[in-house]
DNA sequence: CTAGGGTTAG
């Protein structure tokens, strides 16, 4: 355009903004909004929302609270974007408690929330843990006139099978299905997910053939669902040439891909073969491979190599609950107690969480071992912990 | 040109 003579205006800029914030390029969207600025062009309302996005998706929940500040401060008004994105950023910070006051702020003033406000306030209620609210809140939407769609049905049903109401996540869908809801990919996606993480892969299969014969085509998300369907199998096989007719398809395989991949090898006890994909994803620059490293590190306790795990353990940079939470139970499995006391000492330091029955695996194994003194004062510390997190 | 639902591990 610049070579054309052609002078970017604003919504040159808005565009690009737009897409460094898709692919979380921080640096770039405020190079762009300087460069903007000192062409003299004034950005609009996208401007902000945009950058206020791109605040949030890159972890700088206060900057975003700033550029926010500054849109109610100046004289544009705020669109309904603005507010949705904000209320879902307060949410994924776990500030949901700002995320229902902005709700309810708008609900007083002139915005009578739109039903995509519902569904992100819903949505973030439910990841937050906070179901009681997020009822509320649907109970609301009810009762506000508008009709629920298919992304407050996915919301829902999403949110029972993460709380493990399994029925009742089934009964959504069918209900879905009842009121002749088209069925989408995201639909049957987390379905399929549910299933599979239960171990019913026929009934996963069928769901799989009916989003095929509904002439559903499949994505990047459809063929992980896939590939882990057949890694639950135990066919490696049909995962690997899956993942061939994907690449040809011309599609780029994510780290979901990889880390299913990873967890099926180790599944079907190739865990060298698991150790060798993973290396290969840190090769190809992904940018999360802490979920790959956790399946690896439990897939080399569970082949017996509970020393060279540690050694991975130590290795890796980025460690969360589920890391520690599955190394103190394999520790306890290989009956090495004083260890997994140890790693669950350093959890309670730290404030990592961690599993309830992890803790007991380890109270109750240093108990049986001959240890009950060194199980009671760890007992009294997992109290005391547990006191000073309130 | 902006937001929002789906896929992975204990």
């Not at 929302?49 to 900057?63: D, I, R, T, V, Y």
Request: with cysteine; aromatic share 10%.
């Amino acid at each position: 355009m610049k070579e054309a003579g052609i002078n970017p205006d604003v919504v040159t800029y808005n565009s690009l903004i737009a897409g460094a914030s898709k692919h979380c390029l921080l640096s770039q969207c405020l190079d762009l909004f300087e460069e903007m600025l000192q062409k003299g062009i004034r950005p609009d309302l996208w401007s902000y929302n945009s950058l206020m996005h791109c605040f949030f998706k890159s972890g700088e929940p206060a900057e975003a609270n700033r550029v926010f500040q500054d849109i109610i401060m100046s004289n544009t008004d705020p669109s309904t974007t603005t507010f949705n994105i904000m209320i879902n950023g307060h949410c994924k910070y776990g500030y949901t408690e700002n995320a229902l006051m902005l709700f309810r702020n708008l609900q007083r003033h002139r915005f009578t929330p739109q039903i995509d406000t519902y569904n992100i306030l819903i949505n973030g209620l439910c990841k937050a843990g906070r179901l009681g609210a997020a009822r509320r809140i649907l109970k609301e939407l009810g009762q506000s006139g508008h009709v629920p769609n298919a992304i407050t049905y996915t919301t829902v049903m999403k949110c029972c099978f993460r709380s493990r109401k399994f029925k009742q996540g089934l009964e959504i869908f069918a209900e879905m299905k009842e009121k002749g809801y088209t069925f989408d990919a995201f639909a049957y996606c987390t379905v399929m997910g549910a299933l599979i993480k239960r171990g019913r892969i026929d009934e996963a299969s069928e769901f799989m053939e009916n989003m095929v014969r509904d002439g559903i085509e499949l994505d990047m998300v459809s063929y992980n669902t896939l590939i882990n369907m057949y890694c639950k199998k135990g066919n490696l096989e049909a995962a690997y040439n899956l993942l061939d007719e994907i690449e040809k398809g011309g599609f780029e395989c994510d780290k979901y891909t990889h880390t299913i991949l990873i967890d099926g090898l180790c599944k079907a006890s190739n865990v060298d073969r698991a150790e060798r994909h993973l290396r290969y994803m840190n090769v190809m620059g992904f940018d999360s491979n802490l979920v790959a490293f956790n399946c690896l590190l439990d897939g080399l306790c569970k082949a017996g190599q509970v020393d060279y795990a540690m050694k991975v353990f130590k290795s890796m940079e980025l460690k969360d609950s589920f890391t520690y939470s599955s190394l103190v139970h394999n520790l306890c499995k290989a009956r090495r107690f004083h260890s997994a006391s140890k790693l669950l000492l350093s959890c309670l330091r730290s404030g990592v969480k961690i599993l309830r029955s992890a803790q007991r695996a380890v109270l109750l194994g240093l108990s049986s071992s001959g240890y009950s003194r060194e199980a009671s004062k760890l007992r009294s510390k997992i109290r005391l912990a547990k006191l000073l997190q309130y």
